[in-house]
């Protein structure tokens, strides 16, 4: 059977809810022809995530891993270009543990690319009506570590992998009067990128859209 791995994260930080599980939680059990989508949730701690997406990759040897997170403040859907080898959090993870720069893995290479069609995703969401973009950081918290753990263990693998980062939920920006999208929009938005990703080998050349 074909498989694709979705992961998303536990609540973190003040939130009780994380879109990023919410809509990947919606997505687990899917299919698309011949693919099952597995949904899975990713601790937020920096001692715990990379081990438990190792554990994921051998149990469910996907030939295609989308790593999902919120990232507060982002106003679109973010398809993530590149996870770099630093972590600096600006903020505890859910052990209390706040690493500042530390590397992702010791005297890895200071980044890896997504190995998804990044630009094809962006098209085929906005083609859909979803705000999205190529993003050019995933940051330096959980997210970047596991995004970063994800491309390191597949590199020179057959198996494509990247991240997405997601909007807050409405109700989560109601406090502070930020950016948001409604849960449904960012499952549909997920289920897009994964039909794209899994039809799409070669990424179209345009621009990406930013000057800096
Ligand atoms: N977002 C955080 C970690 C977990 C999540 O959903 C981040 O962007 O690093």
């Excluded at 601790?43 to 295609?64: G, I, N, V």
């Amino acid at each position: 059977m074909r498989t694709v791995l979705l992961t998303g994260f536990e609540p973190f930080d003040q939130d009780t809810v994380n879109p990023s599980w919410e809509a990947v939680r919606l997505l687990d059990g899917t299919s698309h022809g011949d693919v099952r989508i597995v949904g899975r949730q990713l601790p937020c701690a920096f001692a715990l995530a990379p081990a438990r997406l190792h554990q994921l990759l051998e149990e469910f040897e996907p030939e295609l891993v989308i790593a999902v997170g919120l990232g507060p403040g982002r106003a679109d859907i973010c398809i993530e270009r590149v996870a770099i080898n630093i972590n600096d959090a600006r903020i505890p993870d859910n052990l209390g543990a706040q690493p500042i720069d530390t590397p992702v893995v010791p005297d890895g290479p200071a980044a890896y690319f997504s190995t998804l069609p990044i630009k094809t995703m962006v098209r085929a969401l906005k083609e859909a009506g979803i705000a999205s973009s190529v993003s050019h950081t995933a940051g330096t918290f959980v997210c970047n570590q596991v995004f970063y753990c994800l491309q390191h263990v597949l590199a020179g693998s057959a198996v494509r992998a990247g991240f997405i980062h997601v909007p807050a939920l409405p109700e989560q920006a109601e406090q502070c009067g930020g950016p948001s999208m409604a849960l449904s929009i960012q499952t549909e938005g997920l289920r897009i990128a994964v039909i794209t990703a899994l039809d799409t080998f070669h990424d179209v050349r345009e621009s990406g859209g930013q000057i800096s």
